[in-house]
């Protein structure tokens, strides 16, 4: 089995982060992405981002995203599946398998969140992690919940007795300004 470097790992979060802003074809404040692997067998991925615009917007599901802006659905589809393609190497990369991770890029940031839940004995469905999720992560107020989730919320517990691992790294302005360069250029 080979031995990866941090270096090699820091490669991985670029490859991750440059593949997230190429599938965004607008300006954007925020990224939010949720990916699970389970044994290299399974999962899920999904990411939201806000728009940057003078009004506050609500998040953009990447699931949306070929059909709001007119994009190839089987391009798109298969441009989410490398990205999640990345993130199972990022998987196979480190030591201590995670189970889920969080991915946040704002305010010139980049910061993974390894979690270490076993999804696959959950007291949660996929659907109540994900409302879980959804509202830890992209700041939903309370009130904009339906009674049945606002208990989930209130009531939620985290399953695992492990912290998760956080890694954050600036991203640096020649970084920045090549993604945002290749974002525009791509559609």
């Known amino acids: 089995m080979k031995e990866y470097t941090a270096q090699d790992i820091r490669k991985q979060y670029k490859e991750i982060r440059q593949s997230l802003v190429n599938l965004i074809p607008e300006k954007w404040e925020g990224i939010y992405l949720y990916a699970s692997v389970l044994n290299q067998k399974g999962g899920e991925m999904y990411f939201y981002y806000t728009p940057k615009k003078f009004l506050k917007h609500k998040p953009i599901n990447c699931y949306e995203i070929a059909s709001r802006f007119g994009i190839d659905e089987i391009e798109y589809n298969e441009a989410l599946e490398k990205l999640y393609k990345k993130i199972k190497k990022l998987y196979t990369m480190n030591d201590r398998k995670f189970s889920n991770i969080t991915i946040i890029m704002e305010n010139g940031k980049f910061t993974i969140e390894y979690h270490y839940n076993n999804i696959m004995h959950s007291m949660y469905t996929d659907e109540q992690r994900h409302l879980i999720w959804y509202y830890k992560n992209l700041n939903i107020p309370m009130d904009a919940l339906s009674e049945q ?26 970084d920045s300004e090549l993604e945002i360069r290749n974002q525009i250029l791509k559609y």
């Open 149 to 174: 989730d606002k208990t989930l919320i209130d009531n939620y517990e985290e399953e695992s007795s492990i912290k998760p691992v956080i890694y954050t790294e600036d991203v640096d302005e020649a």
